[in-house]
């Protein structure tokens, strides 16, 4: 089964919580392309859960890996034994990149798991998916989202184009997101009102020049104050006609945001001859 990615077009943040989240007031979006492949195969019982995997920074563990801590939270949920499985992931999401490659991951092994067992409802399984993450119970239902608290409440963001004109350029680098919410100035984040309600108004009229105005992440000052590539990245893209750069998630991953799709390509072209291969740019589907 294919799994998909995300970017955040707007990401503000609203408060720190007592259990170590934060509140979000964010703007989701997904992606069909890049996504991972996943493939669930039976195993004796007494094998325990096993996950292959080529890609490099992910853990093979069942118990660190979002695919085996999917198979755990579901059983759980459900009072069910673990079944013998062995979980086939071919990353094709840049790791620890902002695009919630694992999130979504995880989220496509509850799903499996759902279609063959059936033994969860619809809320358990929302809550099994946000025991794994905050990001998870969106990639249940992955179409564009208007996001609250900490990644629980998703409600579906009608109207916005199926195909946004957006270049990404993942670093090949990872950063964590504990790092990103670690090191963000949080005042500054709280002190600033949200405005993603006119982020998606502008995006419903097909508004790219304003959308761009209202597009936010608070967490990407600490990133660019961390890593002067993303820097030069950006007043790259910004050279080559993007209206907005920013970073997504919690990076490092940049997102474009582009009025028509030559521009997109031609900086595509462009930035891929100056920067690979320290950048992976895509066109995302
Ligand atoms: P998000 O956008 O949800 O914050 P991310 O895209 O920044 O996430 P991920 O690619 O999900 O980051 O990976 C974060 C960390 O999770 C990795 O460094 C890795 O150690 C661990 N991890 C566990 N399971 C997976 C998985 N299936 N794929 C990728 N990373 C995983």
Redesign the pocket.
Known sequence: MLTCSKVNLSLAVTAKRPDGYHDLDSLFYPFRDPSDVILLKDAPASNGVTIRCDAP???LEPE????GKAVYAYCKAAGMDVPGLVIH?E?H???????????A??ATVLRLLQERFHALSESQLEDAAFSL?A?VPFFLNPRPSYVTGAGEHHTPVEGLPEHLLILLAAPQF????AWAYKHMDLQRAISTPPRTNELIDALRRRDFESAAQFMRNDLEHALFDKFPLLLLLRAFLLENGALRVMVS??GPTLLALFRDDAAAQAAYARATSEFDPAVRFILPA
């Open positions: 920074g992910v853990p660190k890996n979002l695919c992931l990353k999401i840049p790791v620890a990149a902002g695009m919630g490659g694992g999130s991951d995880g993450g990001d990872p950063v964590s997101a998630g919690s």
